[in-house]
């Protein structure tokens, strides 16, 4: 089965920096798609960012350029970098893994189209 479990979350001010990582196994011999989502008190889950097998990415438009994904080469391990953090970024953010069917690009941040979550890591953004 796929488990995903997160870390890297924490508190800092203002423009600060975090990197997130997810562990991932039960994914090596499957097509899937890895996600970063939040979700804040009170708010839905959105999707921040995601990354397919072949390299292709889709981020949120609040991202703004200040967030990376990346994946290592045995794409058992994600990661979200994080810069120019701001006291909106605070949520638990979770990583996900999606089923193994293809879709276009648009769905890549459709939270009901990842089957596998974490835990969540908590990110607080606070001066």
């Known amino acids: 089965q796929v488990q995903l479990v997160e870390s890297g979350g924490g508190s800092v001010q203002p423009g600060g920096s975090l990197r997130l990582s997810c562990s991932a196994s039960?994914?090596?011999?499957?097509?899937?798609?890895l996600g970063w989502f939040r979700q804040a008190p009170g708010k839905e889950r959105e999707g921040v960012a995601a990354?397919?097998?072949?390299?292709?990415?889709k981020y949120a438009d609040f991202v703004q350029g200040r967030f990376t994904i990346s994946q290592d080469n045995a794409k058992n391990t994600l990661f979200l970098r994080m810069n120019n953090l701001e006291p909106e970024d605070t949520a638990m953010y979770y990583c996900?893994?999606?089923?193994?069917?293809?879709?276009?690009?648009?769905?890549?941040?459709?939270?009901?189209?990842?089957?596998?979550w974490g835990q969540g890591t908590q990110v607080t953004v606070s001066s």
């Open positions: 039960g994914i090596t011999y499957s097509t899937y798609r």
């Open positions: 990354i397919d097998n072949d390299g292709l990415i």
């Open positions: 996900a893994a999606s089923g193994g069917a293809r879709r276009p690009i648009w769905w890549y941040l459709e939270k009901n189209d990842y089957a596998y």
